[in-house]
């Protein structure tokens, strides 16, 4: 069955380090892939999105994420973190045009 | 920009109550979803909807209904509330990617 998976549940980096958020999908035909935002009680914002064509793709805030079909990865990274980034990250896979699969989240901590 | 609301952001009610939840989308979208969020648990689909009057389960569909009379509105209906109801409700609106609104927080007491 078609899964999202984001092995990180925490991660905590220093404002200013560079910050790589893990996301696989369920290999097979290749996905739209997506990531989110969600900051404490609100919805989820679209960060950023791939459907083909160029595998780095550029979102909001600074955000980027890149697609290796070889890995069945779509990594989000950031080159230097800014405390307002601490939030839940989601990844998420549309499969054929039917059904959407999202990862279960990873809660960035920003330390000072 | 698209735009998705939802009609409360925080919401109390009371153990078999009936409760209505709206959401509105301003993008034309075909696609409309329910999704409620809980801690540990991430998002799980409820009910979805390809089009006007049509409507899908999700995962977790027992408890709910849901109702989609114009294209733009999408409700989730709590036939009888039950405190298990308390969570995040998030409505999302479709082309390819989804676009989600604000969230409710319901709590039933």
């Known amino acids: 069955a078609q899964s999202v998976t984001q092995p990180d549940i925490h991660i905590t980096v220093s404002e200013g380090a560079s910050l790589e958020l893990r996301c696989n999908y369920s290999?097979?035909?290749?996905?739209?892939l997506f990531w989110y935002v969600q900051s404490p009680g609100q919805g989820l914002q679209l960060l950023l999105k791939?459907?083909?064509?160029?595998?780095l793709v550029q979102g909001i805030k600074g955000f980027e994420a890149e697609f290796k079909r070889s890995q069945s990865s779509f990594n989000l990274r950031k080159p230097s973190v800014h405390w307002s980034d601490a939030a839940e990250y989601f990844c998420a896979a549309f499969y054929n045009f039917n059904k959407f699969y999202f990862g279960s989240g990873t809660k960035l901590n920003v330390k000072p | 920009d698209v735009k998705v609301t939802q009609s409360s952001r925080y919401l109390v009610k009371r153990t078999g109550e009936k409760v209505f939840l709206e959401c509105v989308q301003d993008m034309d979208h075909e696609n409309m979803f329910w999704y409620r969020q809980d801690p540990g648990l991430g998002l799980r689909l409820i009910y979805f909807?390809?089009?006007?009057?049509?409507?899908e389960k999700g995962d977790i569909p027992e408890g709910y209904s849901v109702s989609r009379e114009k294209k733009e509105r999408f409700s989730l209906i709590l036939e009888s509330a039950s405190t298990n109801q308390t969570s995040m409700y998030l409505c999302a609106s479709s082309a390819y990617e989804q676009y989600f609104g604000p969230g409710t927080r319901l709590t039933v007491t």
């Open positions: 909807s390809y089009d006007v009057k049509m409507k």
């Open positions: 791939y459907f083909s064509g160029d595998t």
């Open positions: 290999y097979g035909a290749t996905p739209y």
